[in-house]
């Protein structure tokens, strides 16, 4: 069975930094697409950054340059790492495995 879970989050002040973490279980995390998407109050669930098997990377406009995907094949943990973070980078942020699996999600508030 395949889990993922997710650690990292918490309130940081506009400027700061965080890294999220997702621990993957019963998979190899550099076997799949993995990504990151996060999901504010009254708003859908969007794509925040996405590692292809091969380290290709993706990420939305509003985090290039701010967010970097990694993940480190020894631990099976995919990261992000967040700089600069703004009050709109504010929500539930999920780990994502190929099409369907889902971690439980960790908070980030930003404040201004």
């Known amino acids: 069975q395949v889990q993922l879970v997710e650690s990292g989050g918490g309130l940081v002040q506009a400027g700061g930094s965080l890294r999220l973490s997702c621990t993957v279980s019963g998979s190899a995390v550099s076997a799949y697409a993995m990504g990151w998407h996060r999901q504010a109050p009254g708003k859908q669930r969007e794509l925040v950054a996405a590692?292809?098997?091969?380290?290709?990377?993706h990420y939305t406009d509003s985090v290039t340059g701010r967010f970097t995907i990694s993940r480190d094949n020894s631990k099976n943990t995919l990261y992000l790492q967040m700089k600069n973070l703004k009050p709109e980078d504010s929500g539930i942020y999920y780990c994502k495995k190929g099409l369907s699996t889902w971690g439980q999600g960790t908070q980030v508030t930003v404040s201004s």
């Open positions: 590692l292809a098997p091969t380290g290709r990377t």
